[in-house]
């Protein structure tokens, strides 16, 4: 271990130790940005950046486990990304493939898909249901793959999925306008039955939210990370809760 390893080992137990375990967020979005620019930056391809974007997740995890978060929503890839030439996309969903197996053969995290599944190949809808499956058991974290998906388009299936649940039982237009609010729509959501994200995390210094959680994130704290995904550290993690521990949030009153 070189001095510069024990400096940063040092300074993140400092963080860690003071970190007020009952102010950590119980759900964190994280917007796992700058695969490609890291790999530019180190003279690797596109597909080593995310191929060590999709190693770093399993560390997140680790430090999420460790400190109590509860439920992780991982945007991995959204509807925009799928316009991706197919040189280009082809690897990362096998990337993303290869992420989903390993979180569900982790034995600890409890996987969920939140996106729209008819928008992805077969093999990759195959990877998602299967990992949904052999860890809907699972005690641990709750952890969302966001593959696939876009906020807007995570609205608009919440809308379409309540016109058809009510058309089913039905419901006239009428009787659907007096009764549609927050809630009945919240119902509907990918995320249904979860806590909405207390602290959003986005790296690579980028400072906007490009559809992430649109709906959900209305009254969550937001941080932004210069450094590139595949070098987020346990010190940036860290940093951000102890941001967001400082912060007081008020819900607009």
């Known amino acids: 271990m070189n001095f510069r390893d024990l400096v940063y080992r040092l300074y993140a137990r400092r963080v860690e130790g003071r970190l007020d375990h009952a102010q950590v967020p119980k759900h964190i979005g994280v917007i796992l940005d700058g695969n490609r620019r890291w790999a530019k930056a180190s003279g690797g391809t596109p597909e080593q950046g995310h191929q060590a974007g999709a190693s770093k997740i399993q560390e997140l995890l680790g430090w999420c486990d460790e400190t109590d978060v509860e439920v992780v929503t991982l945007w991995m890839l959204s509807t925009d990304n799928l316009n991706r030439p197919e040189k ?5 969903l096998g990337i993303i493939e290869g992420a989903v197996r390993a979180l569900a053969a982790d034995g600890r995290w409890r996987v969920h898909h939140v996106g729209t599944m008819d928008l992805l190949p077969a093999r990759t809808q195959k990877v998602l249901k299967e990992a949904e499956e052999a860890t809907r058991g699972h005690t ?6 966001a593959v696939g998906y876009g906020g807007r388009q995570e609205i608009a299936d919440a809308v379409r999925s309540l016109l058809l649940d009510h058309a089913d039982r039905g419901t006239s237009f009428e009787e659907l306008a007096e009764v549609v609010d927050i809630d ?3 119902e509907h959501l990918y995320t249904r039955g979860q806590p909405d994200p207390d602290l959003v995390i986005r790296t690579s210094g980028e400072q906007r939210l490009s559809g992430f959680m649109l709906w959900q994130s209305a009254h969550s704290e937001y941080y932004f990370c210069e450094v590139h995904w595949p070098a987020f550290r346990k010190v940036d993690f860290l940093r951000a809760l102890r941001d967001y521990a400082a912060r007081h949030r008020r819900y607009g009153t």
């Open 88 to 92: 280009q996309l082809v690897p990362l």
């Open 184 to 186: 009945l729509i919240s």
């Open 140 to 145: 641990g974290i709750l952890v969302n793959v």
